[in-house]
Structure formats: C-alpha cells, structure tokens
C-alpha cells in the first residue's frame, strides 16, 4: 500500500522560507513522476510543481522562480523548497503522482504572514 507522509509545514512572515518534505512508500517513487499540490481554503486543489519526463521541472506560474521542485532517491523522498513566500501561498500542501494519483496523505500546512 502507497502511502505519502507530507512535512515541514508552518507559520512563517512573507519574503521566508519553508522547505517541504515528503516521503513515499511503497513502489512508486522511483518509477513515477511526482508533484506537489496545494488547496487553500474555499479553492480547489492545484498543481504547484512538477517533474516532467526527461528530467525537466514545470512550475505554476504563480510560484515560478520562488518554488523549487528536488527528490532523492535514496530516501525515497521528494522536496518543496519555498522561498519569498507571499500570504496567496497560505494552504495546505500535498504531494502525489502527477498522473494516476494514488491516496492522498494528510498534507502540510503553510501559514504565510503579511
């Protein structure tokens, strides 16, 4: 069974930083292509960062040049490295699949102060 534990949330002023963490079990990590998700509150959830086939990255517009998208395979982890958080960043973040997702987990949430 996959399971998908989010981290390393929290409250933090604009212009910080947060770096996200999420680590996967079971056998999906290494054959898939991830993504990290958000969903504030009243909104639907979107697509923030991705891995791309070839090895690329894609970025929603909103979080492009601040948002960094990394994983390590040995510990069958993937990353969300924030910086210059603005208070639109405020929600609670998820990882999953980008195609075919499975369970999601419990999420992190982020907190972002003006």
């Known amino acids: 069974q996959v399971q998908l534990v989010e981290s390393g949330g929290g409250l933090v002023q604009a212009g910080g930083s947060l770096r996200l963490s999420c680590a996967v079990s079971?056998?999906?990590?290494?054959?898939?292509?991830m993504g990290w998700y958000r969903q504030a509150p009243g909104k639907q959830r979107e697509l923030v960062a991705a891995e791309t086939s070839g090895g690329g990255k894609n970025y929603a517009d909103s979080v492009k040049g601040r948002f960094t998208i990394s994983r390590d395979n040995a510990k069958n982890t993937v990353y969300l490295q924030m910086n210059s958080l603005k208070p639109e960043d405020t929600a609670v973040y998820y990882c999953?699949?980008?195609?075919?997702?499975?369970?999601w987990g419990q999420g992190t949430q982020v907190t972002v102060s003006s």
């Open positions: 999953n699949k980008v195609r075919f997702w499975v369970d």
């Open positions: 079971g056998s999906i990590f290494r054959l898939n292509r």
